[in-house]
């Protein structure tokens, strides 16, 4: 454990950080796997508006340096070509 006042805040600080984007990952996560569930499901009108909330999303992943902007991007395309292809 640290000893120091500021290297105490930091680990403090550090572990908010930490939670706070495991959230947003789960969030992530969880909204993108409903999205496969609807296209695997082949419903195209409750995947285009959940392919909105996924595009929002990865968005602001990238925004929080959690995930690359190329990686963002990809996986937008990735996800708009899955709905394309459905129907």
């Excluded at 419903?43 to 929002?56: F, M």
Aim: aromatic share 4%; no cysteine.
């Amino acid at each position: 454990m640290p000893q120091r006042r500021n290297a105490i805040k930091a680990l403090r600080q550090n572990h908010q950080r930490h939670m706070a984007n495991q959230d947003f990952q789960t969030d992530l996560k969880k909204t993108v796997k409903q999205f496969k569930k609807l296209i695997a499901a082949k419903n195209k009108e409750e995947a285009k508006k959940t392919l909105g909330a996924v595009h929002k999303k990865i968005d602001k992943a990238a925004k929080r340096n959690l995930l690359h902007k190329n990686t963002a991007a990809r996986r937008k395309s990735v996800f708009s070509r899955l709905l394309v292809n459905l129907g």
